[in-house]
T-cell receptor
Framework: ETGVTQTPRHLVMGMTNKKSLKCEQHLGHNAMYWYKQSAKKPLELMFV???????ENNSVPSRFSPECPNSSHLFLHLHTLQPEDSALYLCASSQDLSGEQFFGPGTRLTVL | AQSVTQLDSHVSVSEGTPVLLRCNYS??????LFWYVQHPNKGLQLLLKYTSAATLVKGINGFEAEFKKSETSFHLTKPSAHMSDAAEYFCVVSWGSYIPTFGRGTSLIVHP
């Protein structure tokens, strides 16, 4: 399998649940990203990892917790989310921080 | 510092007519510039990129963009729109080791 994959593709969860989103890249890239895309809003950069070190954290609530165990995998752990957190969560990777990004298909999250 | 402005939130064209999606950027030095396309409920896909080579860049699906330093613009064009071009388009700027900055997006609507 090539490119950037994300699982699950769809997720419905209650506000008290704990779940995780997974992203995997098979491109040998050094940087990985989480974005949030809500309806009618610009794309929001949430977290950036370069060589498995977090380099950007744009004031994201602590109910979102990223994890990058190696350069190929990125997780977003979710707990006690709010309905306004419902959105499309996109993962991307790039060879380096300023380069072209390759995106996964996204996880459509609905918080009830 | 770098920033990018997509001048239109929506552009509506008829099938077979030209497409123009406008993008202006601000960057202290020579930037790298990208256009991405996003079809509904999908991830973003790279259309084309400028990285200080030829100023007229050809991309996939018949799109092209011209880097104009004097106007700090990188407008996306296509001679003849197709129904399948209906999507969201993002202009992106990056420089050096800065993480790319995304524009707010332009929604392209194609009428039959």
């Amino acid at each position: 399998e090539t490119g950037v994959t994300q699982t699950p593709r769809h997720l419905v969860m209650g506000m008290t649940n704990k779940k995780s989103l997974k992203c995997e890249q098979h491109l040998g890239h050094n940087a990985m990203y989480w974005y949030k895309q809500s309806a009618k809003k610009p794309l929001e950069l949430m977290f950036v990892y370069s060589l498995e070190e977090r380099v950007e954290n744009n004031s994201v609530p602590s109910r979102f917790s990223p994890e990058c165990p190696n350069s190929s995998h990125l997780f977003l752990h979710l707990h006690t989310l709010q309905p306004e957190d419902s959105a499309l969560y996109l993962c991307a990777s790039s060879q380096d921080l300023s380069g072209e990004q390759f995106f996964g298909p996204g996880t459509r999250l609905t918080v009830l | 510092a770098q920033s990018v402005t997509q001048l239109d939130s929506h552009v509506s064209v008829s099938e077979g007519t030209p497409v123009l999606l406008r993008c202006n950027y601000s960057s202290s030095y020579s930037p790298s510039l990208f256009w991405y396309v996003q079809h509904p409920n999908k991830g973003l896909q790279l259309l084309l990129k400028y990285t200080s080579a030829a100023t007229l860049v050809k991309g996939i699906n018949g799109f092209e963009a011209e880097f104009k330093k004097s106007e700090t613009s990188f407008h996306l064009t296509k001679p003849s729109a197709h129904m399948s071009d209906a999507a969201e388009y993002f202009c992106v700027v990056s420089w050096g080791s800065y993480i790319p900055t995304f524009g707010r997006g332009t929604s392209l609507i194609v009428h039959p």
